[in-house]
């Protein structure tokens, strides 16, 4: 799987928009780009994955940029409860293996 | 619904000993993986389930840990002669399948263990 790399921390405004970065500049054609979030003391929870096309969901947007290379996930409008540690994951099926590999991820503070 | 459970939520032991942590995942979920989190790091993978059998355990760190999911379902992580470096939190994940490659991992809390 490609290597990622993120900040490792980041500050918003409540009420403004988080848009948190990932380069993996060695991404793979098949090779998809995941996020995930964990909250101080749970498990890791996910948010949203894409191809090579721009994603939302009802938590979060997906940016990809179009050489793939990079990518930006959006938080529209950032809450207290946002603050967590923002894992970007980029992740192929490897005949059957569905690890994921975990950087150290980007430590997001949502500040009121 | 109910998430993946994991017990117990903590776990103490002396250096040497054996323990035994439990994932009970989410009903239906083919598939079942465990990891490992040490203080300020990302989860690292030990083994992923499909079913009954174990699919990949290349991140199990040597032979003292060992993994068993023998009805599909519920899974034990053992861990033998315990050492202090293995203390960290264990967490367990698992999904609807193992063969589609953007399938979502739902996480347990983790078990957090500590080697005295």
């Known amino acids: 799987d490609a290597k990622t790399t993120q900040p490792p921390s980041m500050d918003c405004a409540e009420g403004r928009a988080a848009n948190l970065p990932c380069n993996h500049s060695t991404i793979s054609g098949n090779e998809y780009v995941y996020w995930y979030r964990q909250i101080h003391s749970q498990g890791p929870q996910y948010i949203i994955h894409g191809l090579k096309n721009n994603e939302t969901n009802e938590m979060a947007s997906l940016i990809i940029t179009e050489d793939r290379k990079s990518s930006t996930l959006i938080l529209p409008h950032a809450t207290l409860r946002d603050t967590a540690v923002y894992y970007c994951?980029?992740?192929?099926?490897?005949?059957?293996?569905?690890?994921?590999?975990f950087g150290k991820g980007t430590k997001l503070t949502v500040n009121p | 619904g109910a998430g993946v459970s994991q017990t117990p939520s903590n776990k103490v032991t002396e250096k040497g000993k054996y323990v035994e942590l439990r994932c009970d995942p989410i009903?239906?979920?083919?598939?079942l993986y465990w990891y490992r989190q040490s203080l300020g790091q990302g989860p690292e993978f030990l083994i992923y389930?499909?079913?009954?059998?174990?699919?990949?355990d290349s991140g199990l760190p040597n032979d003292r840990f060992f993994a068993v999911r023998p009805e599909g379902s519920v899974s034990t992580l053992k861990i033998q002669r315990t050492e202090r470096g293995d203390s960290a939190v264990y967490l367990c994940a698992s999904s609807l399948t193992g063969s589609v490659s953007y399938n979502e991992q739902f996480f347990g809390p983790g078990t957090r263990l500590t080697v005295l």
């Open positions: 389930f499909q079913g009954t059998g174990a699919a990949d």
């Open positions: 994951i980029v992740r192929v099926d490897q005949g059957g293996s569905e690890k994921l590999v």
């Open positions: 009903s239906g979920h083919t598939a």
